[in-house]
């Protein structure tokens, strides 16, 4: 869908590195190492995208850092398409509603760093939560998506210990729950 709008996949590739984490930051060898492009086709996108506005970038030693500017206008717009070209939109549709009591989703795997793939590694965080119907909503969110998604079901304690030391992004939290992103 997206690829119909957006001819340049390094474009793509670029915005759902940045736009998908707004904490994601990289830099020029590790994004060719990344997308395995040409460090000149990855360089002529993000000139393009800071000179927009789009990314911002800052010195860390040697290497040059970009980042998604989420003061941005249009950064929240550009995000929820991203969000809708994965099929997040669906997973949360489908998958957040009654289940039980669940308190987060996240997702971690090469969507959480903004890579794309074809598995969408799902975390679902809460207590007491349905897995039978979990399972239905699952596979009804992978036929919307075209995208297999594997999921993991855990505590809010599990969870902690869990996202120790992987890179994650929460795509859906209850409203009464505190800020659960900080399992880092």
Known sequence: MLDTLITSKTRIKLLLKFFLNSKTQSYLRNLENEFG???NAIRVE???FEDAGLLTSSL???KKMYMA???HPLYNDIHNIILKFV???QILDKVTS???DLKA???TGKFAIGLDSQVIDLILV???LDRNYIVTLVEKAEKLTMRKIRFLILTMEEAFVHFKDIPHLLIWKKDDVGDTNNVN
């Open 37 to 39: 492009e040409s460090s």
């Open 46 to 48: 993000l000139n393009r």
């Open 60 to 62: 860390s030693g040697n």
């Open 69 to 71: 500017n989420t003061k």
């Open 87 to 89: 099929g997040f939109d």
């Open 98 to 100: 009654q289940v039980g």
């Open 105 to 107: 989703a996240y997702i």
């Open 126 to 128: 809460g207590d007491k």
